[in-house]
Nanobody, 115 residues
Framework: QVQLVESGGGLVQPGGSLRLSCVAT????????MGWFRQGPGKEREFVAFISWSGGTTTYVDSVKGRFTISRDNAKNTVYLQMNSLKPEDTAVYYC????????WGQGTQVTVSS
C-alpha cells in the first residue's frame, strides 16, 4: 500500500526556518524522482521543488530559489525540504509525491508564516 506521510510543518515568523520530511512506503522510492508541492489558501496545488532519484539534480520554482533546499535519503525512504527565510506567501499545505504526482496524495503538512 502506497503511503506518503509529511511532517515538520508549523507556525513560524517571517524570516524563520522549517524542515519538512516525507516518508514514503509501498513503492520503490529510490527509483523515483520526487517532488514537493504546495497548495495555498484558495489556490491550486503548485510545484515547489524536484529531486532526481539519485539526488544529483534538483530544481525549484523561481519563488523559492535560494531559500529552499530539497534533499533525500534513499536508505530511509525520505525526502526533505529545508525552508529558510520564510515569507507569508509561503503559507500553504505542503505535500510530497513523485515528480509526476503519480501516487496517492498524503495529508500534507501545514506551514503558516505569520507574525
Amino acid at each position: 500500500q502506497v503511503q506518503l506521510v509529511e511532517s515538520g510543518g508549523g507556525l513560524v515568523q517571517p524570516g524563520g526556518s522549517l524542515r519538512l520530511s516525507c516518508v514514503a512506503t509501498g513503492f520503490a522510492f529510490s527509483t523515483y524522482h520526487m517532488g514537493w508541492f504546495r497548495q495555498g489558501p484558495g489556490k491550486e496545488r503548485e510545484f515547489v521543488a524536484f529531486i532526481s532519484w539519485s539526488g544529483g539534480t534538483t530544481t525549484y520554482v523561481d519563488s523559492v530559489k535560494g531559500r529552499f533546499t530539497i534533499s533525500r535519503d534513499n536508505a530511509k525512504n525520505t525526502v526533505y525540504l529545508q525552508m529558510n527565510s520564510l515569507k507569508p506567501e509561503d503559507t500553504a499545505v505542503y505535500y510530497c509525491n513523485t515528480e509526476s504526482g503519480r501516487m496517492d496524495w498524503g495529508q500534507g503538512t501545514q506551514v503558516t508564516v505569520s507574525s
